[in-house]
């Protein structure tokens, strides 16, 4: 419960408060639960207070001072707080539905879990603010600063962004369907998995912005700005090609992107089962040791059209396939698909020494790039040899292909 002097203190009105707080200014105000609903607290010098709790709903805070103070689980829905200073303050889970944070400065604000359904965030300063978990949903942030703030998991559905700044922002997981994004600085900003089914990117800056399996539909992607501003404008109208686009456009980037993917990956096909997921795992650690970038590809799954698609784009980025095809029918069926058309793509099958080959792997082994297949005893064995018997000759094929289509 709050101190009662220092509750009643707060009370007698700002003015007197303030001086309260000049004459101690090593006192830490203990507000705790206090009903200040509808108070009148504009300008109040509150910083550092500890307001865990405290019932502040329609409260007038127009440029109130509530630096690093503490609102824990804090009831501030639809107060004033215009131009306050919220600075570094401490609101897990408060509530601030409705409320007027219109210039206000949330520096490096904890607001995790907060509450701000429909609250007028207009021109707020949001930079470094921890916000994962928080409702937004039909907030106004227009012209907000939300740079470097982490919006994981939050909730934007039909929030206004227009003009917003989110440069370096983390909003991974976040739900912002509808949500307005005009003209917004996305740049830096990491969407990964973030709901943007219907969204408005009409602007947009995304240099720099991280995009992994976003939900784009309905989305409206138009004129994205893919660079800096002191750059020539180029936009594009699509945001998970964005970076794609911004590197065939350097030339010389997108060639070291390539080369290093085609130097250094290394597909590696079999069986997801308990047994076989053993060996596949730890011929993927050797590569990584020997500076490999090793992709691992599950074949659990039924073989569809769009896994033959996917295998034969990630073959041909690859230095070198590794196939084991231990009780592995799906990789010879993607094989027989996918080989046939790679003349540059090495192949070392791989074979458990006590199977006998697969019927299929006649029609896969006539073809020159197709190494023949390296029988293992045991996973010891074959991670003692993968070098020699495995990687030295799959390497050498690959040089010798590359000389064959470089002349």
């Not at 400065?105 to 930079?127: I, K, Y």
């Amino acid at each position: 419960m709050a101190n009662p002097e220092h509750l009643a203190k707060l009370k007698e009105g700002a003015e007197s408060w303030n001086q309260w707080r000049k004459e101690n200014p090593e006192l830490r105000p203990d507000l705790r639960e206090a009903d200040l609903d509808g108070a009148d607290l504009e300008g109040a010098k509150l910083m550092g207070a500890d307001l865990t709790g405290a019932h502040l709903s329609n409260a007038k805070l127009m440029g109130a001072d509530l630096n690093e103070a503490d609102l824990f689980m804090a009831d501030l829905s639809y107060a004033d707080l215009r131009d306050a200073n919220l600075v570094r303050i401490v609101s897990f889970a408060a509530e601030f539905q409705g409320a007027n944070l219109s210039g206000a400065d949330l520096l490096e604000a904890n607001l995790e879990a907060a509450d701000f359904v429909r609250a007028n965030l207009q021109g707020a300063n949001l930079f470094g603010a921890y916000l994962e978990g928080s409702d937004l949903s039909g907030a106004d942030l227009t012209e907000a600063n939300l740079d470097d703030a982490d919006l994981r998991e939050a909730n934007l559905v039909s929030a206004n962004l227009s003009r917003a700044h989110l440069n370096d922002t983390n909003l991974g997981m976040a739900y912002l369907p509808g949500a307005d994004l005009h003209g917004a600085d996305l740049g830096g900003a990491i969407l990964v998995d973030t709901d943007l089914a219907g969204a408005n990117l009409t602007d947009c800056s995304v240099f720099g912005t991280s995009v992994w399996n976003v939900n784009l539909k309905g989305a409206i992607q138009s004129n994205l700005r893919i660079t800096l501003g002191d750059e020539p404008a180029i936009h594009v109208d699509n945001l998970e090609v964005a970076q794609f686009i911004y590197l065939l456009l350097n030339n010389q980037k997108i060639r070291s992107v390539i080369d290093t993917i085609t130097s250094k990956v290394v597909l590696i096909l079999g069986r997801f089962t308990p047994e076989r997921i053993v060996v596949l795992e730890a011929i993927r650690e050797e590569l990584r040791k020997r500076d490999y970038l090793p992709v691992l590809f599950d074949f659990e799954k039924p073989s569809s059209q769009t896994t033959v698609e996917t295998i034969s784009t990630l073959a041909h980025m690859a230095r070198f396939v590794i196939a084991d095809l231990t009780d592995a029918k799906s990789v010879l069926q993607e094989l027989q698909a996918v080989v046939p058309n790679s003349p540059s793509v090495v192949v070392q099958p791989l074979l458990l020494a006590s199977q006998g080959e697969p019927g299929m792997f006649d029609f896969i082994r006539k073809f020159p790039w197709v190494l023949d297949a390296h029988r293992y005893t045991d996973q010891p064995t074959l991670l003692a040899e993968l070098k020699e018997e495995v990687i030295d000759p799959a390497e050498a094929k690959a040089k010798e292909l590359a000389r064959k289509y470089q002349t």
